[in-house]
């Protein structure tokens, strides 16, 4: 049974900065493609950022300079470094694990970007 645990969200100020992790359990973490979304009240999910096993990433252009995925493999873990924060990046984040026949999403974390 794959798991996917997220943390690191929260309260913080616009322009602030969060890292959010998100770690499995139950896979082989270095064969599966990581990635987040998020999604806020009233809007869809929406796409943020991803890794490839390989280490290839892409994020989403509201998101492009002030976001960075990245993993380690060794602790089987996956982060979001999110900074120069916007109120618009209020949302919760889902992070997700795929591979060629399965996708596996974590519970979501919260992040509340208010002064």
Not at 6 to 26: D, I, K
Not at 53 to 70: H, L
Not at 91 to 99: E, G, T, V
Request: charge should be positive.
């Amino acid at each position: 049974q794959v798991q996917l645990v997220e943390s690191g969200g929260g309260l913080v100020q616009p322009g602030g900065s969060l890292r959010l992790s998100c770690t499995t359990s139950g896979a082989d973490f270095a064969n599966y493609h990581m990635g987040w979304y998020r999604q806020a009240p009233g809007k869809q999910r929406e796409f943020v950022a991803r890794i490839t096993t390989g280490g290839a990433t892409k994020t989403a252009d509201s998101v492009k300079g002030r976001f960075t995925i990245s993993r380690d493999n060794a602790k089987n873990t996956a982060y979001l470094q999110m900074a120069s924060l916007k109120p618009e990046d209020a949302a919760a984040y889902y992070c997700y694990a795929a591979d060629l026949s399965q996708v596996h999403w974590g519970q979501g974390t919260q992040v509340t970007v208010s002064s």
